[in-house]
């Protein structure tokens, strides 16, 4: 009943920048948490950054001062803006959404995109 939907994926130069956005929609009363992860091939899947409804972030040690995630509540949005990229960073990056739907209310559902590609590569 709820879906997470994720864009901006890509090839991108080594020290580049890149926006990836994500959205939830559906049966939504209320989404708590909102993150990205990565997936590297032949490797698990890891957090990148995730962010509380109220705004506080968390950020893997790997890309912090490089990469910067936002939401927007109205819009059951959140977007990760990827600056001096690696190419270790090539991966799938999902996002994923912890909702509480309208049809109910006592349980909380994390919620997954397929995910998107973004290639690091010169």
């Known amino acids: 009943q709820v879906q997470v939907v994720e864009s901006g994926g890509g090839l991108v130069l080594p020290g580049g920048s890149l926006r990836l956005a994500c959205k939830a929609s559906?049966?939504?009363?209320?989404?708590?948490?909102m993150g990205w992860y990565r997936q590297a091939p032949g490797k698990q899947r890891e957090l990148v950054a995730t962010v509380s409804r109220g705004g506080t972030t968390n950020y893997a040690d790997s890309v912090k001062g490089r990469f910067t995630i936002d939401r927007n509540n109205a819009e059951n949005t959140v977007s990760l803006r990827m600056d001096m990229v690696k190419p270790e960073d090539t991966a799938v990056y999902s996002c994923?959404?912890?909702?509480?739907?309208?049809?109910?209310?006592?349980?909380?559902?994390?919620?997954w995109g397929k995910g998107t590609l973004v290639t690091v590569s010169s």
């Open positions: 559906g049966d939504i009363f209320r989404v708590n948490d």
């Open positions: 994923n959404a912890v909702v509480v739907s309208n049809s109910d209310r006592l349980r909380a559902t994390t919620y």
